[in-house]
């Protein structure tokens, strides 16, 4: 991995579990597979910390191990899953737009835990809601076993590998680490269970206060004595469908926006009909007729089926070739080619790039580039309608930050560079890719820089939290209004100006992450 | 056409000094890339005036373009003007024009914060903005409070004191606060702590560390037997059911914690020494997480 996805990993480790766990994880990251004594040994932790360490990443998939011959077992970190972290907000509130605040929880659940059971994160869940609801209500378990059955049914969650159950035959020692294997078809097959029960709020007056000795709460009733009845199935978060839901996203919009409302609805109904027939990285998806396509079109859209077959007809002439038209049988075979969906979706980050970066006048030369795919430096001047010495600038400059690329066509076979032709072009892939890169980097300075801001400011913004503490506490047990006011006042208005300056900066170094 | 193979050999060097601004006539270098400048200037308008080199035929001008020459006057030079003055690319094709004020040669690294030409793009506005910027940072504070979150231990203090025997030493360090599926894991992560007590079986989970003070525990234990509460006597029978192991551990964290307030007179908080108090940056920052 680049120097900058490592320090990028570094710093989201630091954030989420901790100087130990960081310290390992890079430490895996950079040097691959290791084993448990190695790793010890190199980064000079004591082995307790580095199984901790190891503990926390495995349970949070970041980190594999296998066995080796001789029973050494290794380690191998995952930089781009640690990388995906990232993402987590982002699946959370795509799963909170799909399936409401159960939803939602279900899967920040399970994305903070790594893995969890299915019962576990039932009850947790319905705990949550319930706290957040008003008294008197509880969740029931049934309503989010449900919502977890959908997200299972929709391929959002999965199931983990699990040890498989081997007969006590073998009379030789266990083996080091367990072999994990999981079957296709089972990977988002739901257990039964019958999981009764409400969330339980929880009340402040269950707590011990003091640590007077006390008669001991009835602790665990008799749902802990039972054995848990999904023990050992354990489920994940299944990232590569949110990706896919979000390449879906990406195109439905950018449908909407180069045709109009109808047409991207269309291409979203042909899209979830093959959410689960398409494998992920297909190149497109699989054939669908229009009589299909008009069965599955949303209940509010009364279009008849001529309007269909004339706005399919406008999609797969269209010169970005979102959709295709393979066959004609039921009226029409039509595809959605992805990835040259997506590539067009690449290639319009990047001109949107160019054009914030170094202006519009760059951002022509670019799209002129990209259209006739290589052009001499005269020839650009010319198309681009550009005076000369601008059109050099404005090309150097773009190659300097590797937007544009230079490809050497010999005329003579010893390459003497006066009798060689010099072309400009875009290399979309090498470029895409940089842009990745950078966008990593500047991830990495912003989290440095809000981490730098909050420390500066740490005094102030104790302050403020205790402020705010005492006025909460203030009113919740009914003071004055010339009392709160007194309060606020604690903070001069030259910190307050402070503190606001210091809130808006570390929101936009959040935001833009 | 043999003396191609000269061009080839020479390495290409990185040209230092446009000729524009060296030029002040003292080199015999400079003067050698004007002349191989014009000379070039006189070839391309040659062959756009048609004229031919045919194959075998060496065209020499007023100057001398001959292959050899530059060579030897190099060599005469000690080789110092070698490949000097060569470019590695056609300065026309690329667009610099004869004559043309080249930006000046770089001096220092580029600055730090360069002044940005163009605002950059306005924040995601907006509820859907609002309710994501408020998830990252619920996000970032709840991850801390999980018990994935590892605390390196707190380093020892100079001096013993004597409230350190009565501080719970909180997140035990040679233990994890959750539970693992361990049939999942590699058997060489189980991190077993050897306990001084009595017949407790070899169960392989992370146990809490040997405390020193458990012999006392259990002298203590028969003798102030009369003295102790009913909740000490469960514990101690809860104790010697071996098979319920998260009960153990939670009733024996208890024990310890009756058992060291037995001890004393006093309630734990008698021990705080106030090092909690504004030292725990890491905490404090925890309930405000921008």
Redesign the interface.
């Given at each position: 991995m680049t120097q900058a996805e490592i320090k990028l990993c570094s710093l989201l480790l630091q954030e989420h579990f901790g100087e130990i766990v960081e310290k390992i994880g890079v430490h895996l990251i950079r040097t691959g597979s290791q084993p448990l004594r190695v790793i010890a040994h190199d980064t000079g932790t004591s082995l307790d910390q580095v199984k901790k360490a190891l503990c926390v990443l495995i349970q949070h998939n970041l980190v594999i191990y296998q066995v080796h011959k001789r029973g050494v077992v290794e380690y191998e970190a995952q930089c781009s899953r640690v990388l995906r972290m990232l993402r987590y907000p982002r699946y959370i509130y795509t799963a909170k737009t799909l399936y409401s605040d159960t939803g939602e929880l279900i899967v920040e659940e399970l994305l903070l835990n790594g893995k969890m059971t299915m019962s576990a994160v039932v009850k947790k869940v319905a705990d949550r809601l319930t706290e957040t609801m008003e008294d008197g209500k509880t969740m029931d378990y049934a309503e989010v076993s449900n919502t977890f059955v959908r997200l299972a049914d929709t391929h959002f969650v999965q199931r983990c590998p699990f040890v498989p159950a081997t007969e006590n035959s073998d009379p030789g020692p266990p083996p080091p680490a367990p072999t994990l294997v999981i079957n296709e078809k089972d990977m988002y097959l739901v257990p039964k269970l019958s999981l009764i029960g409400k969330g339980k709020r929880r009340r402040s007056s269950d707590e011990d206060a003091t640590g007077e000795p006390k008669a001991k709460r009835p602790k665990h009733t008799a749902d802990n004595k039972e054995p848990i009845p999904d023990d050992g199935i354990y489920w994940q978060a299944n990232l590569d469908r949110f990706h896919q839901h979000f390449r879906d996203q990406g195109i439905v919009s950018a449908v909407a926006n180069r045709m109009d409302q109808t047409s991207s609805e269309i291409v979203r109904t042909m899209l979830r009909m093959s959410e689960i027939t398409t494998p992920s990285n297909a190149p497109f998806t699989q054939p669908l007729s229009s009589n299909e396509i008009f069965r599955s079109l949303p209940v509010g859209y009364n279009i008849s089926k001529q309007v269909l077959d004339q706005y399919l007809t406008l999609l797969a002439d269209d010169p970005l070739e979102f959709v295709g038209k393979s066959g004609d049988s039921g009226g029409g075979m039509y595809v959605i080619n992805l990835h040259k969906a997506l590539g067009s979706l690449a290639t319009a980050t990047l001109e949107s790039v160019v054009q914030e970066r170094f202006g519009s006048r760059c951002a022509r030369i670019f799209r002129l580039v990209l259209q006739k795919k290589h052009l001499e430096q005269k020839q650009v001047e010319d198309f681009a309608m550009i005076p000369a010495k601008e059109a050099k600038d404005m090309l150097y400059k773009m190659l300097s930050e590797n937007f544009i690329s230079l490809q050497e066509i010999p005329k003579t076979p010893d390459h003497a560079p006066s009798r060689t032709f010099y072309l400009y072009t875009v290399n979309i892939l090498s470029a895409a890719r940089m842009l990745l890169h950078r966008c990593y980097k500047s991830i990495a300075n912003l989290i440095e820089r809000r981490q730098f801001e909050t420390k500066e400011n740490k005094r102030l913004l104790e302050k403020s939290q205790r402020v705010e503490a005492i006025i909460a506490s203030m009113q919740a047990t009914g003071a004055e209004e010339a009392q709160l006011q007194e309060i606020e006042e604690m903070i001069t208005a030259p910190e307050r100006q402070q503190l606001e300056t210091l809130k808006r900066n570390v929101n936009k170094s959040i935001n833009r992450m | 056409m043999n003396e191609?193979h000269l061009?080839?050999d020479l390495p290409?060097q990185l040209l230092q000094d446009w000729p524009g601004e060296l030029t002040n006539g003292k080199l015999w270098e400079a003067d050698l890339e004007r002349h191989r400048l014009e000379e070039?200037q006189q070839i391309s308008s040659w062959l756009r005036l048609g004229l031919r080199v045919g194959e075998g035929q060496q065209v020499f001008l007023i100057g001398s373009l001959n292959t050899q020459a530059p060579s030897t006057m190099a060599s005469r030079g000690g080789g110092r003007g070698r490949g000097r003055g060569q470019?590695?690319?056609?300065m026309e094709?690329?667009?610099?024009g004869k004559g043309d004020a080249l930006p000046p040669p770089t001096l220092q690294p580029s600055p730090l914060f360069p002044p940005l030409?163009?605002r950059?793009?306005p924040?995601?506005s907006g509820e859907?903005?609002e309710?994501?910027?408020a998830?990252?940072?619920e996000?970032?504070g709840?991850?801390r409070q999980?018990p994935?979150?590892?605390?390196?231990a707190v380093p020892k203090r100079d001096v013993e004191r004597y409230s350190d025997k009565y501080q719970m030493s909180g997140p035990l360090?040679?233990a994890?606060d959750w539970n693992?599926?361990w049939?999942?894991?590699?058997?060489?992560?189980?991190?077993r702590v050897r306990k001084l007590q009595k017949e407790r079986t070899t169960i392989l989970l992370p146990k809490r560390p040997p405390k020193t003070t458990e012999d006392k525990e259990e002298t203590i234990q028969k003798l102030e037997t009369l003295e102790k509460?009913?909740?000490?006597v469960?514990?101690e029978e809860d104790e010697e059911k071996e098979e319920e192991e998260?009960?153990e551990e939670?009733?024996e964290e208890?024990y310890d914690?009756?058992e060291h307030?037995e001890e004393t007179d006093y309630?734990?908080?008698y021990f705080d020494n106030g090092e909690d108090f504004g030292g725990d940056?890491d905490d404090?920052?925890d309930?405000?997480i921008?």
């Open positions: - | 191609m061009w080839a290409p070039d470019l590695t690319f056609n094709a690329v667009g610099i030409e163009f950059p793009v924040l995601p859907e903005g309710y994501v910027l998830l990252k940072q996000l970032r709840a991850m999980l994935y979150f590892i605390r390196p360090d040679n994890i693992p599926d049939r999942r894991l590699p058997r060489e992560l189980k991190i509460k009913e909740e000490e469960t514990s998260e009960k939670e009733e208890e914690e009756e307030e309630i734990m908080s940056s404090n920052m309930e405000a921008y």
